[in-house]
């Protein structure tokens, strides 16, 4: 039998400190690049806008690009490299003029540097500013529902307590993947969303996984007497160990592997998904067993003080 | 526990027969997304207040007739706000009688205001009207629509009306997105309305139009410098003949010029009131406008009975031929303007198509020697299971027309990981059941029941996840949640159910097996 652990036995919740810090961490370095660029980059998806995708003949350098499109005066508009240096994005802002008038114009500038030759035109997406706004809220809706849907369904099967700690360890996997994004620069877009929401359902798997061992230790006894609930937690999830790795192995090397090879598209999903699995099984081994020690820990010194506040009256 | 074996057997032998007929032919069977075979995505938004303004105005127009027919002098009818219409009466001893007109005429119409003094009629549409006009917009624009990608010929288009006011157009495979766009966009509302020559546009610019008239243009490009000018005409509002009476429209070639134009035929009212405008006006110009631009405006040299007119202006042969179709779907109801557009050209589709498959192909192997390397034969009976679950999911979408896009590929992928969990939570199950010192039957047993629970767990939380995101999804990210869902949910019967017949068919047996290899 070729084992990944055998029989192991770390201390996880004793070194939580440390977890806790480490995430704490990356968000704080994750947000601080947002605050540093503006804030969370939304793709066309959210924030409307016409996208271009061209590619030309032979490499072009993106000096020529940007002196082209210049020559328009479109506003702000974003060049960016895609895949190789044939190929580019233009991301053009919305503007009243509509989709039509935009790429027509964008293309003729590029069509008027006789050095660029035609370019071939391999997407245009155009959102426009109301079906943006649309987006955004079913957007928000959606991550609310699908928290709520996963929320309601631990709490269901589980208990409140383990609900919550599901929650908290779903939106501690959405904020790291969101500060993986913007410190990698990339733009929220509808495919990105996807990859959240799958995240979300996803990572709370293996939480599941360990709290069920938790109460079947319980029921079967194996609880020995004066075992504290953070040893509890601790022996499930060391117990579950090497299924909680292996799961996610599984799906990490598909993530990566379309991340390599699913092409410059799927790339921005790709990477979320594979985040996103990394942190959620970071999250079941750390996040949620260390919060949920952590707050009957509160509870309990709190019952206790006011036991004392009592007894003193 | 060998139970119902034989039917179990079957049962698995039908599913396979039933998915390989349903894949076959391979190449027909699936759906490919506008994202992965090219194509437009157009989301339109039906402006249906223009609808109801314009429907407000031809009431308008009937009820000026109707009075001046009474001999009620009208000083003034004009649409307010949206759906309002006020009347100004220019005869107060008439009031009674105006009043019962407008009312008998506008049936459609509340009384909002009625001011005896200021000889002031204010009605409004009913609000049932109202309703009903937004509707028929959208409706008739999606005809129309249809209409005119028929004529235009695209394989399998997809034209759908989306919420109250929208209209999604899905055209897989057009070869010239801009051409197509303007041909479905366009409203084509063709009117043909006299020049009123006794003013002077120029001066009309700048101090205004006469009450009746308006100022259209027209776009002249100049032949050597490419610039465009805009010409302005001083024209009356009232068209006489519309799109509305056109019964044909084509194509034909002008023999000195060689130059296309377009040549149309009205129906018979059309052709009579066409008649009786060029014979009342032998000598004015007459303006061809569409859309609200004038195309040209020739003069009228004699009475045209032939019932039949010509559009010329410098096309395009395709824009000629685009122009004859538009001209017989007839004009969208109410203009409409793009929402979202999505257009992805062939040479991308298939390289995505190729980059997913290398994509799948790869992470299938690696999985795969995952599972043997780490799981002996155990693992390749997962791997013989994942296989299946391939088969199951890509039959189930042929079996319900579910398209395949982009992300949907992604989706696959996340299957072939997610697929294989299952069978690591109950092989990790069984491991620790023979640790724990039981027998292999034994061990099989309580792994399979035992990982139940938390496979069926595991599948809610990701089948929540992919129900919210496929309510919530556009086109390729519903591709991704279609994919996902049936690819979880096949799961259960291949790792489960179909990995425990094997296991059942080869640890079972008869025969006492003495090593279990996971």
């Not at chain 1, 071939?120 to 928000?140: C, K, M, T």
């Not at chain 2, 989301?43 to 027919?69: I, N, S, Y």
């Given at each position: 039998?070729?084992?990944?652990?055998?029989?192991?036995?770390?201390?996880?919740?004793?070194?939580?400190?440390?977890?806790?810090?480490?995430?704490?961490?990356?968000?704080?370095?994750?947000?601080?690049?947002?605050?540093?660029?503006?804030?969370?980059?939304?793709?066309?998806?959210?924030?409307?806008?016409?996208?271009?995708?061209?590619?030309?003949?032979?490499?072009?350098?993106?000096?020529?690009?940007?002196?082209?499109?210049?020559?328009?005066?479109?506003?702000?508009?974003?060049?960016?490299?895609?895949?190789?240096?044939?190929?580019?994005?233009?991301?053009?802002?919305?503007?009243?003029?509509?989709?039509?008038?935009?790429?027509?114009?964008?293309?003729?500038?590029?069509?008027?540097?006789?050095?660029?030759?035609?370019?071939?035109?391999?997407?245009?997406?155009?959102?426009?500013?109301?079906?943006?706004?649309?987006?955004?809220?079913?957007?928000?809706?959606?991550?609310?529902?699908?928290?709520?849907?996963?929320?309601?369904?631990?709490?269901i099967r589980f208990d409140m307590l383990g609900g919550m700690a599901s929650v908290a360890a779903i939106v501690h996997d959405v904020l790291i993947c969101l500060s993986a994004m913007s410190l990698t620069n990339r733009e929220m877009s509808l495919p990105i969303l996807a990859a959240l929401l799958t995240i979300i359902g996803y990572s709370v798997n293996d939480t599941i996984v360990a709290y069920d061992r938790v109460r079947e230790n319980r029921t079967k006894g194996a609880r020995r007497k004066g075992e504290s609930f953070a040893t509890q937690i601790n022996n499930a999830i060391n117990q579950t160990l090497s299924r909680t790795v292996l799961t996610a192995l599984t799906v990490f090397f598909t993530t990566a592997v379309l991340y390599l090879f699913g092409g410059k598209v799927l790339e921005d999903m790709a990477f979320v998904l594979t985040i996103g699995v990394v942190t959620g099984t970071f999250s079941t081994v750390y996040i949620a067993g260390s919060l949920i020690v952590d707050w009957q820990g509160w509870r309990e010194r709190w019952m206790a003080r006011r036991k004392k506040a009592v007894a003193k009256a | 526990m060998r139970r119902n074996l034989g039917l179990r057997i079957g049962l698995v032998i039908v599913?396979?027969?039933?998915?390989?007929?349903?894949?076959?032919?391979?190449?027909?069977?699936?759906?490919?997304?506008?994202?992965?075979?090219?194509?437009?995505?157009?989301?339109?938004?039906?402006?249906?207040?223009?609808?109801?303004?314009?429907?407000?105005?031809?009431?308008?127009?009937?009820?000026?007739?109707?009075?001046?027919?009474?001999?009620?002098?009208?000083?003034k009818i004009e649409r307010r706000g949206i759906s309002d219409l006020a009347i100004q009466i220019a005869s107060p001893q008439s009031w009674d009688s105006a009043l019962t007109t407008v009312t008998e005429v506008l049936g459609a119409f509340d009384r909002k205001e009625a001011d005896q003094a200021a000889g002031r009629i204010v009605m409004t549409l009913k609000p049932r009207e109202t309703t009903q006009i937004r509707e028929l917009a959208v409706r008739q624009g999606l005809e129309t629509i249809r209409n005119r990608v028929d004529q235009f010929g695209v394989a399998e288009p997809s034209i759908q009306q989306q919420g109250e006011n929208r209209i999604l157009v899905q055209l897989p495979g057009v070869q010239d997105p801009a051409r197509a766009k303007a041909l479905i966009g366009k409203t084509a509302l063709l009117e043909f309305k006299l020049v009123d020559d006794k003013v002077d546009p120029e001066t009309a610019v700048r101090s205004g139009v006469p009450d009746g008239d308006e100022i259209l243009y027209q776009r002249r490009v100049d032949k050597e410098t490419h610039q465009e000018r805009k010409v302005p005409f001083v024209v009356q509002k009232k068209a006489y003949v519309t799109g509305r009476d056109v019964a044909t429209a084509r194509v034909s070639i002008d023999q000195n010029t060689s130059e296309p134009y377009v040549s149309v035929d009205f129906n018979a009212a059309g052709g009579r009131?066409?008649?009786?405008?060029?014979?009342?006006?032998?000598?004015?110009?007459?303006?061809?406008?569409?859309?609200?631009?004038?195309?040209?405006?020739?003069?009228?040299?004699?009475?045209?009975?032939?019932?039949?007119?010509?559009?010329?202006?410098?096309?395009?042969?395709?824009?000629?031929?685009?122009?004859?179709?538009?001209?017989?779907?007839?004009?969208?109801?109410?203009?409409?303007?793009?929402?979202?557009?999505?257009?992805?050209?062939?040479?991308?589709?298939?390289?995505?198509?190729?980059?997913?498959?290398?994509?799948?192909?790869?992470?299938?192997?690696?999985?795969?020697?995952?599972?043997?390397?780490?799981?002996?034969?155990?693992?390749?009976?997962?791997?013989?299971?994942?296989?299946?679950?391939?088969?199951?999911?890509?039959a189930t979408m042929a079996g319900f027309h579910a398209t395949l896009t982009l992300p949907?590929?992604?989706?696959?992928?996340?299957?072939?990981?997610?697929?294989?969990?299952?069978?690591?939570?109950?092989?990790?199950?069984?491991?620790?059941?023979?640790?724990?010192?039981?027998?292999?039957?034994?061990?099989?047993?309580?792994?399979?029941?035992?990982?139940?629970?938390?496979?069926?767990?595991?599948?809610?939380?990701?089948?929540?996840?992919?129900?919210?995101?496929?309510?919530?999804?556009?086109?390729?990210?519903?591709?991704?949640?279609?994919?996902?869902?049936?690819?979880?949910?096949?799961?259960?019967?291949?790792?489960?159910f179909f990995t425990r017949l094997l296991f059942d068919l080869l640890y079972m047996g008869p025969h006492k097996r003495e090593s279990l290899s996971i």
């Open positions: 039998m070729f084992e990944l652990f055998r029989n192991p036995n770390f201390d996880f919740i004793g070194r939580r400190r440390w977890a806790y810090i480490i995430s704490v961490l990356f968000i704080l370095a994750g947000f601080g690049s947002m605050v540093a660029k503006g804030g969370l980059r939304y793709g066309i998806d959210f924030s409307g806008g016409t996208l271009i995708q061209v590619r030309f003949e032979k490499a072009v350098p993106v000096d020529r690009i940007r002196r082209a499109l210049e020559t328009v005066r479109m506003g702000e508009s974003v060049i960016q490299e895609f895949g190789d240096t044939r190929e580019y994005l233009l991301r053009l802002p919305a503007t009243e003029a509509g989709s039509e008038e935009v790429t027509k114009q964008a293309l003729a500038a590029l069509a008027k540097e006789p050095e660029l030759g035609p370019p071939e035109v391999r997407r245009v997406e155009y959102v426009g500013p109301q079906v943006g706004r649309d987006l955004q809220i079913q957007a928000i809706y959606a991550a609310l529902w699908s928290v709520a849907g996963i929320l309601a369904y631990v709490a | 599913v396979i027969a039933v998915s390989v007929w349903y894949l076959y032919p391979p190449r027909s069977s699936i759906n490919l997304g506008l994202d992965l075979q090219g194509g437009i995505h157009l989301v339109l938004g039906v402006d249906v207040d223009k609808a109801l303004e314009a429907q407000v105005e031809r009431a308008g127009d009937t009820v000026r007739g109707e009075l001046e027919k009474k001999g009620i002098a009208v000083s009131a066409f008649s009786d405008l060029t014979d009342a006006n032998v000598g004015r110009r007459l303006a061809i406008v569409l859309d609200g631009n004038i195309h040209s405006a020739p003069q009228i040299r004699e009475r045209i009975p032939s019932g039949r007119a010509q559009i010329t202006g410098g096309f395009t042969s395709a824009e000629a031929t685009d122009l004859a179709i538009v001209l017989r779907a007839g004009a969208l109801p109410a203009p409409v303007q793009v929402l979202e557009e999505r257009t992805v050209g062939p040479s991308l589709g298939a390289d995505s198509v190729r980059q997913g498959i290398v994509a799948i192909l790869a992470s299938t192997v690696l999985v795969f020697v995952f599972m043997m390397a780490y799981y002996r034969l155990s693992g390749l009976i997962a791997d013989v299971a994942l296989g299946l679950n391939l088969l199951l999911l890509l949907g590929i992604a989706g696959i992928a996340l299957t072939i990981g997610m697929a294989v969990d299952t069978n690591i939570l109950i092989f990790e199950r069984i491991r620790e059941e023979l640790r724990g010192g039981k027998t292999i039957r034994g061990a099989i047993e309580a792994g399979f029941s035992r990982a139940f629970k938390t496979v069926i767990d595991t599948h809610v939380t990701v089948l929540v996840s992919g129900l919210i995101l496929f309510q919530f999804g556009t086109g390729p990210v519903k591709g991704f949640a279609v994919t996902l869902m049936i690819g979880i949910a096949a799961s259960l019967f291949t790792a489960v």
